[in-house]
């Protein structure tokens, strides 16, 4: 089993950043592909970028392209989200989620696909 743990949410300021950071506990997620996904109120949880096992491809939500980066420590088995430029719409539960990869370059993009997810932790931008 895979226990991630969120964290790095918070309020901020329009315009301003945070960095989310997904620990992973119980196996090495060097093999599996990660996501990050957001949910706001009365809306369906949706991806916001994910990255493949082999961290040699990542996707990015129209919305946010160009302005939140995901990355990976293996050595730490964390993943991250830095998140710049954060408008009002960003504002959601952030969670990560993770998939042992059967394609270690494959992207997964779907809630469905993935196995193991967070607790979530809440962004907030204010405008």
């Known amino acids: 089993q895979v226990q991630l743990v969120e964290s790095g949410g918070g309020l901020v300021q329009a315009g301003g950043s945070l960095r989310l950071s997904c620990a992973a506990s119980g196996r090495t997620v060097n093999n599996y592909a990660m996501g990050w996904f957001r949910q706001a109120p009365g809306k369906e949880r949706s991806v916001v970028a994910a990255i493949s096992a082999s961290g040699a491809f990542a996707y990015y939500a129209d919305v946010v392209k160009g302005r939140f980066t995901i990355s990976r420590d293996n050595a730490k088995n964390t993943r991250y989200l830095e998140m710049n430029s954060l408008k009002a719409e960003d504002t959601a539960v952030y969670y990560c989620?993770?998939?042992?990869?059967?394609?270690?370059?494959?992207?997964?993009?779907?809630?469905?696909?993935?196995?193991?997810w967070g607790q979530g932790t809440q962004v907030t931008v204010s405008s």
């Open positions: 989620a993770g998939v042992r990869s059967g394609s270690y370059h494959y992207v997964s993009r779907e809630v469905r696909e993935y196995d193991y």
